[in-house]
């Protein structure tokens, strides 16, 4: 298991890579994300963490650096792996519904020609 310090270094020497990541999740999943932070953190000062305490700081800082850039720049959102398959769903599903109207305008188109064809037919029959 990685030491307090370096994972707190880690943190610090990957500051703009972090928050980049964090800019792509919701405002929503920001919020709970400060929301978890706080709570660790009253845990950290409750059992006297620095480490752990100065560690959730910066990870705070990091995630409303995040909603003060994606709300000035107007970031949008990084679709998740459900929404992107249900995205992927509604496609093949959208597809499916032209094919099954272009199958059915044939076979209406079918049955209209048949009539055609056996009107024609019966007035050429009524000739002989």
Do not use: G, H
């Not at 610090?12 to 999943?29: G, R």
């Not at 995040?66 to 509604?90: T, V």
């Amino acid at each position: 298991m990685m030491s307090k310090d370096v994972r707190i270094q880690i943190a610090l020497d990957n500051w703009d890579e972090y928050v980049d990541a964090l800019t792509k999740l919701s405002d929503k999943e920001l919020i709970k994300k400060l929301e978890l932070i706080d709570i660790q953190s009253q845990i950290a000062f409750k059992t006297k963490n620095e480490d752990s305490a100065q560690l959730l700081e910066i990870w705070w800082k990091q995630t409303v650096e995040a909603r003060i850039l994606k709300a000035e720049n107007n970031i949008a959102d990084e679709p998740n792996e459900i929404e992107l398959a249900i995205a992927d769903i509604e496609t093949v599903v959208a597809k499916a519904e032209e094919r099954q109207e272009i199958v059915e305008s044939a076979q209406t188109y079918q049955k209209v020609y048949k009539q055609k064809v056996k009107e024609d037919n019966s007035d050429q029959m009524s000739l002989f």
